[in-house]
């Protein structure tokens, strides 16, 4: 998992150690994430099921893609389809996946880049390994996030932001421990590349065994730690975390995550992503490609689609396959 790697962490500007007044976020739940497939069948875990949208938000769905070693001819991707109402972010961490939209933008990403693609009032793309890889084979790995747009931002015109990974933000833990990538958002004061509609932080951590990172985070927004590769423990009770399993956190202004002195050969370090945001608290209708306020809008989105005001493509993302509503309660936020 070599993403954007240091030789030397202790040359990287430090996170300091945290004040005796900080609050440790609490661990709400623990979900394992479960298999699935996507686009033209490549391997994926759902990192955010069985998570309320009411605890992910603004988030609303993740994918973990890989970690999968090809043979000759068998990559995969995505046919064309249309989305509306969202914000996709790929982040490639092993091979190498090509983007291209219906406003001309894409590019190729690899190792540690980011595709940043605004949804808005519609778009169509389409992601798929380059016909090298396919022919030659090779390792796969990223993650996919979607992160939702309030009302007032789901008809912006849509944009593309080809993000590489030289341009992440590079801190060290104070001990020099852990490597923490701000890949966007703010984070003690160090800012990432990614420009977002909706405040969100986003972090992926590489902890060495036996090391403990603690990450300042802001109290308004919520806070959700996937692990990507290895075990490890998080929160202030040092709740027991392993690969393909995600922690939805509670209230406070610390994040506290510790990589196992013992891991496998093959995760050599604890890696988590860790992503927060200030919630929209508005409601969500979400069905396939679109996701919306009401059913009335997403009817209009699949009728637009249907009539080619987004274009026309073969084929619809359907994720899920049944329309997901949710409503902000009286429940206290999570963060």
Do not use: C
């Not at 590019?107 to 540690?112: A, E, F, K, L, S």
Request: charge should be negative; hydrophobic fraction near 40%; aromatic fraction near 8%.
């Amino acid at each position: 998992m070599p993403a954007i790697t240091v030789d030397d962490p202790t040359a990287l500007p430090r996170l300091s150690e945290a004040r005796g007044s900080s609050v440790v976020r609490p661990v709400r739940v623990v979900v394992t994430a479960p298999g699935g497939f996507e686009g033209e069948g490549f391997p994926v875990r759902r990192a955010f099921a069985g998570v309320e949208l009411t605890d992910l938000d603004p988030f609303v769905h993740m994918d973990q893609m890989g970690e999968v070693e090809y043979a000759p001819g068998e990559p995969k991707g995505t046919p064309w389809h249309p989305h509306r109402g969202f914000e996709t972010v790929t982040y490639m961490l092993d091979g190498i996946f090509e983007h291209q939209d219906s406003n001309g933008g894409g590019g190729v990403i690899t190792n540690g880049d980011t595709q940043w693609m605004t949804a808005g009032a519609g778009i169509l793309h389409i992601e798929k390994p380059p016909e090298h890889l396919v022919a030659s084979g090779g390792l796969f790995h990223g993650i996919q996030l979607w992160v939702n747009l309030p009302k007032a931002e789901k008809w912006s015109p849509p944009r593309y932001q080809d993000l590489r990974g030289s341009e992440v933000g590079l801190l060290a833990s104070a001990d020099a421990g852990a490597l923490v990538r701000v890949i966007a958002g703010d984070l003690a004061g160090w800012t990432g590349p990614g420009q977002t509609y909706t405040p969100m932080t986003m972090v992926h951590t590489t902890i060495a065994p036996g090391s403990r990172l603690e990450l300042p985070w802001n109290p308004s927004f919520n806070a959700l730690a996937y692990v990507l590769s290895g075990a490890g423990t998080v929160g202030p009770d040092r709740r027991p975390i392993v690969s393909g399993q995600l922690a939805v956190l509670g209230a406070g202004d610390l994040v506290e995550l510790e990589a196992a002195a013992s891991q496998e050969s093959r995760s050599p370090a604890f890696e988590v992503l860790v992503l927060g945001g200030r919630p929209i608290r508005e409601p969500v209708a979400w069905y396939g490609p679109f996701v919306m306020n009401t059913r009335d809008e997403l009817v209009q989105a699949f009728e637009d689609y249907q009539a080619g005001r987004l274009g026309t493509v073969p084929a619809i993302h359907h994720t899920p396959d049944h329309v997901v509503e949710s409503t902000p309660g009286e429940r206290e936020p999570t963060g």
